[in-house]
């Protein structure tokens, strides 16, 4: 079936870095979304991606969806202490239904 | 603007036990519904999702079930709760027809004892 592998399964790093992390897939996708949970929290919708190559923007934070269609980015400038949390990255293929296949998730740790 | 509802929040029940989440959306209609469990392990787990009243698909076989009584009701359901049962479970849904972008509730978490 299919897998996304998401790394790094977790950062620490100081306030106002710069934070990058990444999904691969055994599969195409038609659609790549990034999620933020926080500790006892149901999963924010962040942004959503839907062609290859496309580069889209919230905030201090940016997400592309790689070319091959496989794989995903998201970047976030400046960090935060409130950017603490668990980032998930989500896709979804054209012959699933509508299902969503998710990554293990990267905790960010913000040192102030 | 949508609402997603999950209740209760959180949950301890013995083995054996019967149990009973609830979901629901306000604010749209004919939605597409679903089920998730998240373990400690931090991934998220597809257990059932629902296109329709009535409409139920299983991803994994498991002690628990679902159904959709009502539009935009979601409930999931076990007669007999095993300890493995325990976690956060989650529910979301989506725009029927454009299944793209799903979104959830705010959990709820279940420890079996």
């Known amino acids: 079936g299919q897998q996304l592998n998401q790394s790094p399964q977790s950062m620490f790093i100081q306030e106002g870095e710069d934070v990058s992390m990444n999904c691969t897939s055994s599969?195409?996708?038609?659609?790549w979304l990034w999620y933020k949970q926080e500790p006892g929290e149901g999963p924010v919708l962040l942004i959503a991606?839907?062609?290859?190559?496309e580069l889209t923007s919230n905030g201090r934070l940016t997400a592309q969806f790689g070319i091959t269609r496989k794989d995903s980015f998201l970047n976030i400038s400046a960090s935060i202490p409130s950017d603490v949390g668990i980032y998930f990255c989500?896709?979804?293929?054209?012959?699933?239904?509508?299902?969503?296949?998710f990554g293990q998730g990267t905790e960010l740790s913000v040192k102030p | 603007s949508q609402t997603i509802h999950q209740w209760p929040a959180t949950l301890v029940q013995p083995v054996g036990s019967p149990l009973s989440l609830e979901c629901t959306v306000e604010?749209?209609?004919?939605?597409?519904l679903y089920w998730y469990r998240q373990a400690a392990g931090r991934g998220l787990q597809l257990l059932f999702y629902s296109v329709g009243i009535g409409q139920i698909s299983s991803e994994v076989p498991q002690n628990l079930s679902a159904s959709r009584p009502q539009d935009r009701q979601f409930i999931l359901s076990s007669k007999k709760l095993l300890l493995s049962d325990s976690g956060f479970y989650l529910c979301?849904?989506?725009?029927?027809?454009?299944?793209?972008?799903?979104?959830f509730g705010p959990g709820t978490r279940l420890t079996v004892t």
């Open positions: 989500a896709g979804q293929a054209n012959n699933q239904g509508g299902k969503l296949i």
């Open positions: 604010g749209t209609s004919n939605p597409n």
């Open positions: 991606l839907y062609k290859a190559g």
């Open positions: 979301a849904w989506s725009v029927l027809g454009q299944p793209r972008e799903q979104y």
């Open positions: 599969s195409i996708f038609n659609t």
